[in-house]
């Protein structure tokens, strides 16, 4: 009976351990998923100013505030996934932004600083 305890034991622990990995793969994926949503969000934002000023006009405010707001939604979507996705890593998720960093905490933008928890680039 010890025997088929221990196998029993293990066979759950390597379950978990699936299960576990296959939930941090959807997570992965739906911040792929959210990070595409905004880019093209970004690139619509773009767009939307660009044609504006070859147009010598400027943008609708009711389209700059939807725009905006859409890819803020995107991007606090985003945060919240790297934190999930911390959490199931088993480390520290990153607290939350207020002024537009990384949310993966990767390299800083070009001409920023690096952050000052970060190793610096190279």
Do not use: C, N, W
Request: net charge negative.
């Amino acid at each position: 009976m010890g025997l088929l305890g221990r196998l029993k034991r293990e066979l759950q622990t390597a379950g978990d351990a699936a299960k576990d990995a296959l939930d941090e793969g959807k997570v992965r994926i739906e911040i792929f998923r959210v990070r595409q949503s905004a880019d093209a969000a970004a690139q619509a934002l773009g767009y939307a100013v660009h044609r504006a000023r070859r147009d010598g006009k400027e943008i609708e405010p009711d389209a700059l505030k939807r725009l905006d707001d859409v890819l803020a939604t995107h991007e606090a979507d985003a945060e919240r996934l790297q934190r999930e996705l911390a959490r199931h890593r088993g480390e520290t998720p990153p607290a939350p932004s207020d002024k537009g960093d990384d949310p993966d905490g990767g390299d800083p933008r070009p001409g920023e600083p690096p952050k000052p928890d970060a190793p610096p680039a190279g």
